[in-house]
């Protein structure tokens, strides 16, 4: 099984382990529901008789929990569709005859010397994958005081700069990018978005390079893991392996099978085209501005845009404390709330998203059918328990996918990495807590606040 063997299997058996170990835990699950019985079948309960007119009640929290199975769905045919554990990515062509790079940081200037520490890092990791025609552009709110280099580029906003629709924080940052007389990248060159604290590996380089080679799709976007070098914060970093395993299903998904942002981006490890870019841009108002990534990758689909899943994985950090981590979650509410609400976005681009974002608001009340289930059992069709078990069962998979994807057996050793996977199921009642908290204050809160998460350990900063 891939999750005792790791490294010792080769791509396909850690993949093909993978897949029938999903499908195990997909079949105890639905047995031990009852959806899967081989003896006599539940006796049947008279809900309308037990419970009166709150069975409607009942049955509406149930239906909830179907909210969330567009996505579940995506995230299944990804993991199991595509090799869950590819190679090192190999060069499909030579980097000299690659087009411009530019790797474009921005960042507020709240932490510089973990900017030039990072850019120092991915600079050399550039040279040492073999890529040439390259730059690092980093975009501040205030100076950092980057190292004079001709690979390096540092870009001040001016503080009198405004755009067009009244764009603010990081999407005003990425626009000013873009304004004549301060881009000086040619249409057929290529922008990669990284986050202050992204850092760069072989593998995503050589999967830029043959994104950028290969030239069918002006948008792509790639895997981000959370658990490299020194760990910060356990808690939230076992919390952010779902979000591995998201990358490697839906994520995946959705840009191999259909090259559409279905279910929207993010805005890290993000490369796209410079003339593509002008055209969508990031100039799209208060409601652009929150969830910058998510309004542009939606503006970008309706605008008739493809994109690709990039082979190879970016490192980043989790927060570094759980006020953090729910103050970053309850930001991605209220910005995806202000895209799916948006009037510039046609419904047929938004519809995927749109669900999702409603499971995701209505967490507080589905959570509610872990206990509903047991202490006000109603008579469900056969169908709707095996979809919400099915829900259930990936959900919880995701977290073990997500422990083993990002913890190296042979970086920790076989016992630390069992440990790893059942603190990560140990997880999941942390991260139904903190999620509910999330979208109550989201759902409470100004919409208009975009919180940073502090990167070096300081006061968080809140614009």
């Known amino acids: 099984m891939t999750i005792l063997s790791g490294i010792l299997l080769t791509s396909t058996a850690k993949h093909v382990s993978h897949c029938c170990f999903l499908i195990l835990l997909i079949t105890i699950f639905e047995y031990t529901s009852g959806v899967l019985s081989f003896v006599e079948p539940k006796p049947v309960v008279d809900s309308w008789e037990r419970y009166g007119f709150m069975t409607l009640l009942l049955y509406l929290l149930r239906l909830l929990t179907l909210l969330a199975l567009p996505q579940t769905l995506f995230n299944f045919l990804g993991l199991i569709i595509y090799n869950a554990f590819p190679d090192k990515v190999t060069l499909k062509g030579s980097p000299l005859l690659a087009p411009f790079i530019n790797i474009r940081v921005v960042t507020r200037g709240d932490y510089p010397q973990l900017v030039k ?21 980093v975009v501040s709110d205030k100076p950092i005081g980057l190292m004079s280099h001709r690979r390096i580029r540092e870009l001040v906003v001016p503080s009198e700069y405004r755009t067009k629709s009244g764009a603010l924080f990081k999407a005003r940052a990425l626009q000013y990018c873009l304004e004549d007389g301060v881009n000086e990248l040619a249409d057929h060159d290529w922008i990669v978005h990284l986050d202050e604290e992204t850092l760069l590996t072989e593998n995503s380089i050589h999967g830029i390079l043959n994104f950028v080679l290969d030239g069918k799709h002006p948008f792509g976007q790639g895997l981000i893991t959370y658990a490299n070098e020194n760990v910060v914060n356990w808690i939230t970093t076992m919390a952010d392996s779902f979000r591995v395993a998201d990358d490697m299903g839906k994520l995946r998904f959705q840009f191999f099978m259909f090259h559409r942002p279905l279910f929207s981006m993010k805005g890290s490890y993000v490369v796209t085209q410079t003339g593509a870019e002008k055209h969508v841009s990031f100039d799209n108002g208060l409601d652009g501005s929150i969830a910058e990534d998510c309004f542009f990758a ?45 009037k510039v976005i046609p419904l047929k681009n938004k519809i995927f998203l749109a669900i999702s974002w409603y499971s995701w608001v209505t967490l507080p009340l589905s959570t509610s059918n872990i206990l509903l289930a047991g202490l006000c059992p109603i008579n469900c069709p056969v169908i709707m328990d095996a979809l919400c078990t099915f829900i259930g069962a990936i959900s919880i998979y995701m977290y073990i996918f997500g422990v083993v994807k990002s913890f190296s057996l042979n970086r920790f050793g076989l016992m630390r990495y069992l440990v790893f996977i059942s603190g990560a199921l140990a997880i999941i009642p942390f991260n139904l807590i903190t999620e509910n908290i999330a979208v109550i204050w989201a759902l409470f809160g100004k919409k208009h606040k975009f919180y940073v998460v502090s990167k070096e350990l300081g006061p968080p900063i809140t614009v």
């Not at 890092?121 to 040439?132: M, Q, T, V, Y």
């Not at 082979?311 to 995806?336: A, H, L, N, V, Y």
Request: proline share 2%.
């Open 298 to 342: 939606l503006k970008a689909y309706s605008l008739g845009y493809t994109f690709n899943f990039i082979e190879g994985e970016m490192w980043e950090k989790s927060p570094f404390t759980i006020s953090d981590f729910i103050q970053q979650r309850k930001r991605w509410i209220q910005g995806i709330y202000l895209v799916v609400h948006s």
């Open 117 to 137: 520490t990072n850019v120092t890092r991915n600079l050399n990791k550039c040279i040492d994958a073999g890529l040439e025609n390259f730059q690092i552009e």
